[in-house]
C-alpha cells in the first residue's frame, strides 16, 4: 500500500466526518412562538373547551430534517392552569432538561410565563409533542413532529407524496372532572371516549347530547379529507397515535399497507390489511393508488382491546382525482368494520412481525448488565385504586427529579430504591395483586453506558381483566426482545423466546393483556427519564417508574426549569 493511500476502514470513517460537518453546516433552526390557550372547540360536532396552540387543535406539525435545531418558545395562557410540553421521540441528547415532563424534567410552566424549549432532532422519522402536565393531553394538546433525511441521502423505499395521520380519542367531560373522578373514593373511571378523531376531527350523535351543545352542520366536525390520490402513485402514511386510553386499528378500505418505519427506525416491510397502533405509538406505511378511480374511499380507526362501547369509529376520506369524481362525496359503501375487538392473537402477531431492517439497525449489545423484571399491578391504597409497579405507585416529588439530582437535594424524592424484582414464582398474574403496596417516588439508578433488560409483567385488575399498556420510554430507544403469553421466566423465557437478531428499534411498545414484553436499552443519555404506560388515566395513576443515569455529566441547569418545590428562588 502506498504511504499515502488510507485503509478502508479509515477512508470511511473520513466520509463520516465530512458528511457530518456537511451536515452541521446546513443544519438550520426552526424558531416558534406558541400560545397555549383553551378555546371552545367542536372535533366531533359536540362544543367544549380545547386545550390549544395558537388557537388550534391539533397543534401545527414540525417540519425539521436531521439535525436541525427546533426552538420553541411556549406562553402559558390557560390563565389558570401549568402546562409543560414533551416531545415525545426526541432523545434530548445533551438536553434533558427540555424532555418537558412536569416533576421529572422540570418545574411546569406557570399561567402568563413563557418557556422556552430547543433542542436537536438527531434522527429521521415520525414523532409527537404533547402535553405533559397531570391529566392534560386529554385536552387536545398534541401533535407530530417529521423529520426529514438530509440531501443525498437515499432511504430504502420510495414513495411520490407524504401525508400525516394523528389519531386520538376525545371525551365531553374536562379532564378536571376526569381527574377528580380516578382520585375519589369511591372510583369513577374515565369510561370510554365518546368519539375517535382522525386529524382532529371525529362524529358524535348529537341527538344524544343535551340540547344546544351538539351541531353537526359546525365545519370544525365535517368529515375530514386526508388526501386526493391521483391513480398509479404511491404514497407515505406517517400514522402516529396520541389516544389517550384506547388502543386502534387503522385500515384504508380497499387498500392494503406496507409499513416500512415504526418509531423513527426502518423495518423490514410487511404488508397489513389493518394497522394495530397503540397511544405513543408511529408508523409510516405505503399505499399504492390502484384501486377503482371513479369512487371515494374510507379510512377508519376502531377501538380494540377494550370491551365494545357506544364510541363510533374515527372517519375519514381519500379521493381520487378522476374526472367527475366528487372529492367531497361521502363513499358509496359502509366504512370498514375492523376485527374483532378481542382478539388478541392476531394484534401479538403483529407486534411480532415488526424486526429490523437488516443493514440499517442498530447493533445490539449480545447481553445486559441488568435485568429488570418489573409487574403490573392494580391495587387498593389507602381506599384508592392505584396502578403499581412491583408494589410501588410512582407520585411525581414536588421538586423535579432532575433539579433534586444535579443540585444534591437528597431529601427531595425517596431515597430507598425500588424493587429490581418481584415474587415471579409464587405470585399469580390471573389473580389481582395480593398486597396494597405504596405510594412514593423512587428512583432506578443506572450505571452510565451500562445494558439494562426491561421484563413488563402483566397481571389482572382487580375486576380479574386483564388489559393493554402502551409503554414509552423517554430519552432512549430500545431493542424490543418479544412478546409472551402468560409469565415470563427468567430461567428459560430469556433463551427460548428473545429476539437477538434482528430486533427492531423503538421507544413505545405494547404491554399485551395475560402476557410480557421484554426490552433492552443502553443507559448511555445522562438524565433522569420516565418510563411509563402511556396511557393517560393510568400514568395518572401511578403506573411508571423512573431511570436516573449519568446525572453528574448533565450541564449546568437552565434556570428557567426550577421554581417550584425545593427549588423555589432559583428560578
Given at each position: ?5 488510507r485503509p478502508?476502514?479509515?477512508?470511511a ?8 460537518l456537511v ?16 378555546q371552545l ?5 359536540f362544543?367544549?373547551?380545547a386545550v390549544?396552540?395558537n388557537?388550534?387543535?391539533p ?11 427546533i ?8 390563565e ?21 415532563v412536569a416533576?421529572?424534567?422540570?418545574c411546569?410552566i406557570?399561567p402568563g ?10 434522527r ?9 402536565y397531570?391529566?392534560q393531553?386529554?385536552?387536545g394538546?398534541n401533535?407530530?413532529?417529521v ?5 443525498g441521502?437515499v432511504e430504502?423505499?420510495?414513495?411520490d407524496e ?5 389519531l ?11 381527574a377528580t ?17 382522525i386529524?382532529?376531527?371525529g ?5 344524544l347530547?343535551p340540547?344546544?351543545t351538539c ?15 391521483v391513480p398509479?402513485k ?5 400514522i402516529g397515535?396520541l389516544t389517550?386510553?384506547?388502543s ?6 380497499g387498500?392494503?399497507?406496507?409499513v ?6 426502518y423495518?423490514?416491510?410487511f ?5 394495530f397502533i ?9 399505499v ?5 378511480p371513479?369512487?371515494?374511499y ?6 380494540v382491546?377494550?370491551?365494545?362501547s357506544?364510541t363510533?369509529?374515527?372517519k ?17 359503501t ?9 382478539n388478541t392473537?392476531i ?6 412481525a ?6 440499517h ?12 423484571l418489573?409487574l ?12 403499581t409497579i ?6 411525581f ?9 444535579k443540585r444534591?437535594?437528597?431529601?427531595a424524592?425517596?431515597q ?5 424484582m ?15 403496596g405504596?405510594v412514593?417516588s423512587?428512583?432506578?439508578r443506572l450505571e452510565?453506558g451500562?445494558?439494562?433488560?426491561v ?17 414509552h ?7 424490543v ?7 415470563f ?5 430469556a433463551?427460548?423466546?428473545?429476539n ?5 428499534m ?5 404491554l399485551?393483556p ?22 393517560e ?10 431511570f ?6 448533565v ?9 417550584c ?7
Amino acid at each position: 500500500m502506498a504511504p499515502s493511500a488510507r485503509p478502508p476502514v479509515a477512508a470511511a470513517a473520513a466520509v463520516l466526518c465530512l458528511w457530518l460537518l456537511v451536515a452541521v453546516a446546513e443544519a438550520k433552526v426552526h424558531h416558534y412562538k406558541w400560545d397555549i390557550s383553551y378555546q371552545l372547540k367542536s372535533p366531533d360536532c359536540f362544543e367544549k373547551l380545547a386545550v390549544t396552540v395558537n388557537g388550534e387543535a391539533p397543534g401545527p406539525t414540525i417540519h425539521a430534517t436531521q439535525g436541525d435545531t427546533i426552538v420553541v418558545d411556549v406562553h402559558n395562557k390557560l390563565e389558570t392552569e401549568n402546562t409543560a410540553i414533551h416531545w415525545h421521540g426526541i432523545r434530548q441528547i445533551d438536553t434533558p432538561w427540555a424532555d418537558g415532563v412536569a416533576g421529572v424534567t422540570q418545574c411546569p410552566i406557570l399561567p402568563g410565563e413563557t418557556f422556552t424549549y430547543k433542542f436537536v432532532v438527531d434522527r429521521p422519522g415520525t414523532y409527537l409533542y404533547h402535553a405533559h402536565y397531570g391529566m392534560q393531553r386529554v385536552a387536545g394538546l398534541n401533535g407530530m413532529i417529521v423529520v426529514k433525511v438530509p440531501d443525498g441521502i437515499v432511504e430504502p423505499f420510495s414513495y411520490d407524496e407524504e401525508h400525516t395521520v394523528l389519531l386520538g380519542d376525545w371525551w365531553h367531560k374536562s379532564v378536571y372532572e376526569q381527574a377528580t373522578g380516578l382520585s375519589s373514593n369511591p372510583f369513577v373511571f374515565v369510561t370510554e371516549p365518546q368519539s375517535l378523531l382522525i386529524n382532529g376531527r371525529g362524529t358524535f350523535n348529537c341527538s344524544l347530547a343535551p340540547s344546544g351543545t351538539c351541531n353537526a352542520s359546525r365545519p370544525d366536525c365535517a368529515l375530514p379529507t386526508l388526501f386526493t390520490a391521483v391513480p398509479g402513485k404511491t404514497y407515505l402514511l406517517r400514522i402516529g397515535s396520541l389516544t389517550s386510553l384506547s388502543s386502534l386499528s387503522f385500515e384504508f378500505e380497499g387498500h392494503s399497507m406496507t409499513v416500512v418505519e415504526a418509531d423513527g427506525h426502518y423495518v423490514r416491510p410487511f404488508v397489513v390489511k389493518n394497522l394495530f397502533i397503540y397511544s405513543g405509538e408511529t408508523y409510516s406505511v405505503l399505499v399504492k393508488a390502484d384501486q377503482d378511480p371513479r369512487r371515494n374511499y374510507w379510512v377508519a380507526s376502531h377501538v380494540v382491546g377494550r370491551t365494545p362501547s357506544r364510541t363510533p369509529s374515527g372517519k375519514a376520506v381519500v379521493s381520487y382525482a378522476f374526472n367527475g369524481n366528487n372529492p367531497w362525496m361521502p363513499p358509496r359503501t359502509a366504512p370498514p368494520a375492523g376485527p374483532a375487538w378481542n382478539n388478541t392473537a392476531i394484534r401479538v402477531e403483529q407486534s411480532r412481525a415488526i424486526l429490523a431492517l437488516p443493514g440499517h439497525g442498530v447493533p445490539m449489545p449480545a447481553r445486559a448488565d441488568r435485568m429488570l423484571l418489573l409487574l403490573n399491578t392494580q391495587n387498593r391504597i389507602d381506599g384508592h385504586i392505584k396502578w403499581t409497579i412491583n408494589g410501588v405507585s410512582l407520585m411525581f416529588p414536588p421538586t423535579p427529579y432532575l433539579v433534586a439530582m444535579k443540585r444534591g437535594m437528597k431529601d427531595a424524592y425517596e431515597q430507598r430504591p425500588p424493587p429490581d424484582m418481584y415474587d415471579h414464582v409464587r405470585h399469580d398474574i390471573s389473580a389481582p395483586a395480593p398486597t396494597n403496596g405504596t405510594v412514593g417516588s423512587p428512583v432506578y439508578r443506572l450505571e452510565l453506558g451500562s445494558v439494562v433488560d426491561v421484563v413488563l409483567q402483566n397481571s389482572n385488575m382487580l375486576n380479574n381483566k386483564s388489559e393493554t399498556h402502551p409503554w414509552h420510554l423517554h430519552g432512549h430507544d430500545f431493542w424490543v426482545l418479544g412478546h409472551g403469553e402468560g409469565k415470563f421466566n427468567p430461567a428459560a423465557d430469556a433463551w427460548r423466546l428473545l429476539n437477538v437478531r434482528d430486533p427492531i428499534m423503538k421507544n413505545t411498545v405494547p404491554l399485551h393483556p395475560d402476557g410480557w414484553t421484554a426490552v433492552r436499552f443502553r443507559a448511555d443519555n445522562p438524565g433522569v427519564w420516565l418510563f411509563h404506560c402511556h396511557v393517560e388515566a393510568h400514568v395518572f395513576m401511578g403506573m411508571g417508574v423512573v431511570f436516573e443515569e449519568g446525572v453528574e455529566r448533565v450541564g449546568r441547569l437552565p434556570s428557567s426549569i426550577m421554581g417550584c418545590g425545593r427549588s423555589k428562588g432559583l428560578h
